[in-house]
């Protein structure tokens, strides 16, 4: 099984779009910088290295 890759990109409304396989979501650009926080905690608190890829991207974008 291949991992699926992290697709991150602002929309032209301004909102941020995280795709990973089948899931998921958008959500408006103030809530980029929390929700990468968030997953760099998640990364540390449970060490799987996905979380702190997502972290990565969004601070990426």
């Given at each position: 099984?291949?991992?699926?890759?992290?697709?991150i990109?602002?929309?032209?409304?301004g909102?941020?779009?995280?795709?990973?396989?089948?899931w998921?979501?958008?959500?408006p650009?103030?809530?980029?910088?929390?929700?990468?926080?968030?997953?760099?905690q998640?990364y540390?608190d449970?060490?799987?290295?996905g979380?702190?890829?997502?972290?990565k991207?969004l601070?990426?974008?």
């Open positions: 099984m291949t991992a699926r890759k992290i697709e990109k602002r929309l032209p409304d909102q941020v779009s995280v795709r990973k396989g089948s998921f979501d958008v959500f650009e103030e809530r980029r910088e929390p929700w990468a926080a968030w997953y760099e998640m540390r449970y060490g799987y290295a979380y702190l890829e997502m972290a991207e601070r990426a974008l």
